[in-house]
């Protein structure tokens, strides 16, 4: 059974700091590339993340969106089969509901594309208040 479960979300004060994790099973994590994403209130989701795991035959790649670059750092833990997502000087506006996703055939041209995703955790609130 392929999960992610996705935890680490909570309330924070504005310019503080949380780390996601994301724990996978089920599929070769290695042969994956993993993307967080977001969706606050009322809006779409929206790409933040990107990290391909690499198994040694491949370089890893990290990509971040506009908003998350400098304050968000994607990384991998190939023997937890876990993604972590370092948040800091967290903003009101990063309020939302994160997700974690993988996927077997995206390519870096396009890892900000949800719909390449195969497999999506259930997600995990952050709530940024001043």
């Known amino acids: 059974e392929v999960r992610l479960v996705e935890s680490g979300g909570g309330l924070v004060q504005t310019g503080g700091s949380l780390r996601l994790s994301c724990v996978v099973s089920?599929?070769?994590?290695?042969?994956?590339?993993m993307g967080w994403f977001r969706q606050a209130p009322g809006k779409e989701r929206e790409a933040v993340s990107y990290?391909?795991?690499?198994?040694?035959?491949?370089?890893?790649?990290?990509y971040y969106s506009n908003s998350a670059r400098g304050r968000f750092t994607v990384t991998s833990d190939k023997a937890k089969n876990t993604v972590y997502l370092q948040m800091s000087g967290l903003k009101e506006e990063d309020t939302a509901v994160y997700y974690c996703?993988?996927?077997?055939?995206?390519?870096?041209?396009?890892?900000?594309?949800?719909?390449?995703?195969?497999?999506w955790g259930r997600g995990t609130k952050v709530t940024v208040s001043s």
């Open positions: 990290i391909s795991i690499g198994d040694g035959s491949r370089s890893e790649y990290k």
């Open positions: 996703a993988a996927s077997s055939t995206v390519r870096r041209s396009s890892c900000f594309v949800s719909s390449l995703y195969n497999y």
């Open positions: 089920g599929f070769p994590f290695e042969k994956y590339d």
